[in-house]
């Protein structure tokens, strides 16, 4: 595993360097790490509330149901993704945009041991960044921003955006020339049989974007479906708390899916791929 090392200053773009436990740019902007190991790059006159993203409960119960194992096939998708265009020669730096708690850097670094890879992970949530960090040393954990990618132009193989917000010109400025994003987002029938005990109507979810986005190729999309059955109120709990549903859903609907002692739902995630043309030109936006 390579270490990712190619950092940017989030007040001006410039380059980091390290000097012990801290991070400087050449204007003198400074950044300790925490003792956990993670990367603060984040400042405050970015942020849109004092603790933006998601919150601790929250991190907590996506952690307990990614490592349960239910979106295994999902990690595996991406894993595939990530790798099947990719020589075996050269260090692969893939950011997972929006990474969460870590549990898809996670499982890339697990199937890939024998791959030089340099893994980093950025999520505004610093509970996020702070559980990733506990639970795998191995890629790079900051806390920052998708609008404000701290890292340098130029510098990335892969972009990964799982169920997280797209910021294509951000992406496109931090990949190198035929860089690739994998973006993953719920697909029409994803948790349907959550949303019915829940809603008092539904909708098919929002499909993800067709349009291909300004600077990119569209490399196609891959559909991963399956049925997936928990067995107890405590995982229902926690997949209801990991998704938006669970501050959308009227109170009623809450409580008529907290009393459920089994649930079967179907999984629907549309996994696609952008590759970034090799004649965009782009600036760091700061």
């Known amino acids: 595993m390579d270490t990712f090392d190619a950092l940017a200053c989030p007040l001006d773009?410039?380059?980091?360097?390290?000097?012990?436990?801290?991070?400087?740019?050449?204007?003198g902007h400074s950044f300790d790490v925490a003792r956990q190991g993670y990367l603060h790059l984040l400042p405050v006159q970015k942020k849109r509330s004092l603790d933006p993203g998601d919150s601790k409960d929250m991190v907590a119960a996506r952690r307990r149901f990614l490592n349960a194992g239910f979106y295994q096939p999902v990690a595996e998708a991406v894993n595939k993704a990530v790798t099947t265009d990719a020589g075996d020669a050269k260090p692969l730096a893939c950011l997972d945009a929006g990474c969460?708690?870590?549990?898809?850097?996670?499982?890339?670094a697990a199937s890939n041991m024998d791959r030089s890879l340099a893994l980093v992970g950025v999520d505004i949530s610093k509970w996020a960044i702070l559980a990733a960090a506990k639970q795998d040393k191995r890629p790079r954990w900051l806390v920052g921003?998708?609008?404000?990618?701290p890292v340098l132009s130029g510098t990335l193989d892969c972009v990964l955006c799982l169920f997280g917000f797209p910021v294509y010109s951000e992406f496109a400025r931090a990949l190198k020339p035929g860089g690739m994003v994998i973006q993953a987002d719920a697909g029409p029938d994803h948790l349907r049989e959550l949303r019915e005990i829940i809603y008092p109507?539904?909708?098919?979810?929002?499909?993800?974007?067709a349009e291909v986005p300004d600077g990119f190729s569209d490399l196609g999309t891959e559909t991963v479906r399956y049925s997936l059955t928990l067995e107890n109120q405590a995982a229902i709990a926690d997949l209801l708390a990991m998704t938006p549903h669970f501050y959308r859903a009227p109170a009623e609907g809450r409580v008529r899916a907290e009393t459920l002692e089994t649930l079967t739902v179907t999984v629907e995630v549309k996994l696609r791929r952008w590759v970034r043309d090799s004649a965009v030109t782009t600036t760091t936006p700061r």
């Not at 773009?13 to 204007?27: D, I, K, V, Y």
């Not at 969460?100 to 890339?108: D, H, K, P, T, W």
């Open 100 to 108: 969460g708690e870590g549990y898809y850097l996670r499982q890339l």
């Open 201 to 209: 109507s539904i909708k098919p979810e929002k499909p993800p974007m």
């Open 145 to 149: 921003s998708n609008a404000n990618l």
């Open 13 to 27: 773009g410039e380059p980091l360097s390290q000097s012990g436990t801290c991070w400087r740019c050449p204007a």
